[in-house]
Structure formats: C-alpha cells, structure tokens
C-alpha cells in the first residue's frame, strides 16, 4: 500500500484550514452600516451598554472597566459580580441566565436591537441567549426571530412595559417568550435618555 506524501496531506490540511476561515468570514455579523463607534466588536463583555437612536444605528460600549464598585486592576473575573448597568436605572437590561444573573446586555433610548450584532463571547452572539429580563422604564416588544436584511423582529413576540416593571424569565409561561430564544428588541418609548 502507497502512502500520501507529507506535501500532500500539507496542502489538503491548508486548503481545509483557508476554506474553514472564509466560511467563518462570511458568517460573521457585518458592521458596514454601523458608526465607527459600534464597528469595534466587542470580543467578549459582561456588561454592554446599547445607545438605540431610533431609526439611526446604534451604539455600544462595553461597561466591563466601570465599576460602581471596587476599583478594578488589569485582571479581569470572568463574571463581574458588580453592575455598571445599575447607574441607568431606567434601562432594559438583559440577562444571560435566570434571575437577572450572568453577563448583561442594556439598552436605553428607543429603537431596533438585532441580538445578532452583539457578543455575548466570541464567537457567540446574544441572538438566542437570553434567560431573563429587567424592564426599566421602557415600552415594546421582545421577538423570537430576526430579519438579517433589516435587522427587525417577526414571529413570537412578547411585549413589556410600565412603569420600572419588574420582568422576569424566558421561561415559555404566561406569554413569556422560551429560554434562549431571544433575537430582536423593539423599544417604543422610554422614560429615560
């Protein structure tokens, strides 16, 4: 029996590797139609802060080194056990686990939010990671899908609002959407920002 040469198997593992990679590259989440501020992908954030401006692009910033508590050094827990969120005290805030635990996700002002455009960790996004919620004082609609082209929500849906209502889990009761099948927000008004 004839083995490969090791050129051989060298060029098929190279042609494999550069195939893998431009897969990889044309699933990625696209930043062209985002501002410079919100092309950054931010790689892997516990707490993200999301500016929506209506029908403008939205910005984001990672809240990770601002702390209302102890100062923070070089090196990073996995989870922070503090809530930057907590100084927008108005605003939805996202959860990645069950009673408003784990890495957060907020959003103030009004608007679109496509899930898919924000990681969660690289290279996962927050589309179909969420667990549980806090309203603030906003007003709209959670949706199960998402449309890539215009980056809105269709399908299920579950609305929220009131005054500083008090959310609760994705748990698939009462009208709640199911655990980890968030994709899109729609914010129609706010009492903050």
């Given at each position: 029996?004839?083995?490969?040469?090791?050129?051989?198997?060298?060029s098929?593992?190279?042609?494999?590797?550069?195939?893998?990679?431009a897969?990889?590259?044309?699933?990625?989440?696209?930043?062209?139609?985002?501002?410079?501020?919100a092309?950054?992908a931010?790689?892997?954030?516990?707490?993200?802060?999301?500016?929506?401006?209506?029908?403008?692009?939205?910005?984001?910033?990672?809240?990770?080194?601002?702390s209302?508590?102890?100062?923070?050094?070089?090196?990073?827990?996995?989870?922070t056990?503090?809530?930057?969120?907590?100084?927008?005290?108005?605003?939805l805030?996202i959860?990645?686990?069950?009673?408003?635990?784990?890495?957060?996700?907020?959003?103030?002002?009004t608007?679109?939010?496509?899930?898919?455009?924000?990681?969660?960790?690289?290279?996962?996004?927050?589309?179909?990671?969420?667990?549980?919620?806090?309203?603030?004082?906003?007003?709209?609609?959670?949706?199960?899908?998402?449309?890539?082209?215009?980056?809105?929500?269709?399908?299920?849906?579950?609305s929220?609002?009131?005054?500083?209502?008090?959310?609760?889990?994705?748990d698939?009761?009462?009208?709640h959407?199911?655990?980890?099948?968030?994709?899109?927000?729609?914010?129609?008004?706010?009492?903050?920002?």
């Amino acid at each position: 029996m004839r083995y490969p040469s090791f050129r051989l198997l060298w060029s098929v593992m190279l042609a494999c590797l550069l195939a893998c990679l431009a897969l990889l590259a044309t699933t990625l989440p696209s930043y062209a139609s985002s501002p410079t501020s919100a092309k950054k992908a931010i790689v892997t954030c516990h707490q993200i802060l999301v500016q929506l401006h209506g029908s403008a692009p939205a910005t984001s910033q990672c809240l990770d080194q601002r702390s209302s508590g102890n100062t923070k050094t070089s090196v990073k827990p996995a989870i922070t056990t503090d809530n930057a969120c907590s100084a927008y005290t108005g605003a939805l805030k996202i959860y990645s686990d069950a009673n408003y635990q784990g890495s957060m996700i907020c959003f103030i002002g009004t608007g679109w939010a496509d899930l898919t455009q924000y990681w969660l960790f690289w290279p996962v996004s927050w589309n179909d990671q969420a667990s549980s919620f806090y309203g603030g004082c906003n007003n709209g609609t959670f949706y199960q899908n998402v449309d890539k082209n215009t980056h809105t929500g269709w399908g299920n849906s579950q609305s929220f609002g009131g005054a500083y209502n008090w959310g609760g889990n994705f748990d698939g009761l009462n009208g709640h959407l199911p655990n980890d099948s968030l994709s899109a927000i729609l914010i129609t008004s706010s009492c903050n920002y």
